[in-house]
């Protein structure tokens, strides 16, 4: 299998553009999350999906912040308008199950001048 | 409220073993997992706990007692390419994965 594929790998924007982030989980994995990583405050979750659905957003910053996934293979994560708070590393992970060993995408390391 | 602690830095000699500390206090638990990072890299897993005890795999094993809300990782025969950022993650309520902010460890010749 190929794992989890995140696109793109290295993405700089200005202040207030939109930036989209894309997932294709593990084939077959039931159970996607969003995670965003900072030196300040470490590995964060946004949001998590269950078959499609969106289950927990809790953890989104705020509006900016939308995550989509129209089907078994594709989620998104949009943020507009961007700031410079929001450089990070976002990560995406899948599993099977929900309860199981979550496998990470090698991340979109996301630079907002 | 949700609190993970680790410390923030270690550093050990090659060959030689560490122990990683982590505590924890979560709403909710069902499961502790052990991540590494190296550096630039994608977390990966190491090992998972949900029961009290020693899990061994390897020169990795990890320790969990839930009545402390305490765990470890023991890494054994240090080798140099163990140099990185070892995340402990607690599994709360809803599957959700709280992760603390990892101990960056350096594996010294």
């Known amino acids: 299998d190929a794992g989890v594929i995140q696109s793109p790998r290295h993405e700089v924007t200005e202040m207030g553009q939109e930036v989209t982030l894309r997932c294709k989980p593990i084939s077959g994995h039931d159970y996607l999350f969003w995670y965003r990583q900072t030196m300040m405050r470490g590995l964060e979750l946004l949001i998590y999906?269950?078959?499609?659905?969106?289950?927990?957003d809790s953890g989104m910053p705020e509006d900016r912040f939308s995550a989509k996934m129209p089907n078994a293979s594709f989620s998104t994560l949009k943020i507009q308008p961007s700031e410079p708070r929001d450089s990070a590393v976002y990560f995406c992970a899948s599993t099977l199950g929900g309860r199981e060993t979550q496998y990470f995408g090698p991340g979109t390391r996301l630079l907002v001048l | 409220g949700q609190n993970i602690d680790q410390p923030t830095e270690m550093t050990a000699t090659e060959g030689a073993i560490v122990q990683i500390n982590c505590t924890y206090q979560?709403?909710?638990?069902?499961?502790l997992f052990w991540y590494q990072q190296h550096a630039g890299e994608a977390p990966t897993f190491l090992s998972y706990?949900?029961?009290?005890g020693l899990e061994e795999k390897g020169r990795f094993s990890s320790f969990l007692s839930r009545s402390k809300g305490y765990s470890y990782l023991l890494l054994k025969e240090l080798q140099m390419k163990d140099s990185a950022s070892y995340l402990c993650a607690v599994e709360g309520e809803g599957g959700k994965l709280i992760f603390g902010q990892g101990t960056e460890l350096s594996v010294k010749p």
């Open positions: 979560t709403s909710g638990f069902n499961g």
């Open positions: 999906f269950n078959n499609n659905v969106p289950i927990d």
């Open positions: 706990n949900v029961l009290d």
